[in-house]
């Protein structure tokens, strides 16, 4: 199957238990989720991520709301009665009251975020004592608790990252409409719905997966930060991928699935990545991999991106998806930041120790 066939599988399922995640969450069932938090098992993990997505986005709801309502304030107004100054001033004001209404949702988030990384990490934890047979102490140490800084931190400066850019985005679209509508003549009325329709398509309705890719990346990233910290006190030098091959597989996982990295690489990759701030050059030290096709010759790369480009991992055809011709060795990938998962949005990969 196809990546982009598997990853949209995988969203129809986390869309199906966002109701049932809801509920959970919004005590129409008495149960505590908390204790159900496991994360060995593919199954687990889809559990985990649909959980924290609809604990997120019960979060931000109100304020998506309010940044709606306070933007379509003020743009009802009578655009033909204004100048093209004021026009942009009036859009300019709309996004500062949308601004004003999400900036408090990083804060907000920080609960559910750092309740839902103790749990990751101490999970991790028990599993890799439990599976591995790690000499390790569950309880978290020095470099856990900066894991656990870093994640709660980064991931609150994205969503930070994510609204800004929805916001910018809303400006620019406010302004086509207003423009087209005074070209066409249109009423008061008629331009204030349209805007309203625009505002909540990028501040209310968005990508209608957003928090499940923004809990994968949380949890997936957690666990492998934890996962290094236990190799390490574990005294283990090396791990190894491990991919769940099913169906829904991606030709990235397929990939990397088998190949061996160096703790101390990623323990530095680690310490590079929480001194870094911009989320950018988060992105950047630890990138996605993504999937570049050309339908003409059926050919794909696999490709990632730093500080000087994308680069190209590896090659394949499509009638042969997991077959691969790599191009950077198993040292380069660890450079690239390529070292532990998450390596996509929803991925499932992780590592076991090699002993």
Not at 172 to 190: N, P, S
Not at 227 to 248: H, K, T, W
Request: hydrophobic share 45%.
């Amino acid at each position: 199957m196809c990546g982009t066939c598997a990853t949209a599988d995988r969203l129809a399922f986390l869309h199906a238990a966002r109701n049932a995640a809801n509920r959970l969450l919004l005590g129409e069932a008495h149960v505590r989720v908390a204790k159900a938090l496991d994360l060995t098992t593919a199954r687990g993990f889809d559990r985990a991520v649909a959980v924290l997505a609809a604990q997120l986005r019960e979060e931000a709801r109100v304020a998506d709301v309010d940044a709606l309502r306070a933007a379509v304030r003020v743009l009802d107004a009578d655009w033909h009665a204004t100048t093209p100054t004021q026009r942009k001033h009036l859009v300019a004001a709309a996004m500062a009251a949308a601004g004003r209404a999400t900036a408090r949702v990083p804060a907000q988030l920080r609960v559910p975020f750092g309740e839902t990384a103790e749990r990751v990490m101490r999970s991790t934890r028990e599993a890799a004592r439990r599976d591995q047979k790690l000499s390790i102490a569950v309880d978290f140490g020095a470099l856990d608790r900066r894991v656990l800084r870093h994640v709660v931190e980064s991931q609150g400066t994205f969503v930070r990252d994510e609204y800004g850019r929805r916001i910018e985005a809303f400006g620019a679209e406010a302004r086509r409409v207003v423009a087209r509508g005074l070209e066409q003549g249109l009423g008061r009325e008629a331009i204030t719905d349209i805007l309203r329709e625009s505002a909540h398509a990028a501040l209310v309705t968005r990508a209608p997966f957003y928090w499940e890719i923004v809990a994968s990346s949380f949890i997936a990233h957690g666990r492998s930060f934890a996962q290094m910290s236990s190799y390490a006190d574990a005294g283990i030098r090396q791990y190894r991928i491990e991919a769940v091959l099913d169906e829904q597989t991606t030709p990235t996982c397929h990939f990397l699935h088998g190949k061996v990295f160096s703790v101390a690489d990623a323990l530095r990759r680690f310490e590079r990545v929480e001194a870094l701030e911009d989320p950018n050059d988060i992105k950047q030290a630890i990138p996605w991999v993504r999937e570049r096709a050309n339908s003409r010759t059926g050919e794909s790369r696999l490709v990632a991106g730093n500080g000087e480009g994308r680069i190209a991992v590896a090659e394949f055809h499509a009638s042969e998806p997991t077959r691969f011709r790599p191009l950077v060795s198993d040292a380069e990938l660890a450079d690239l930041g390529i070292g532990f998962p998450p390596y996509h949005g929803l991925c499932r990969s992780t590592t076991i120790a090699v002993v």
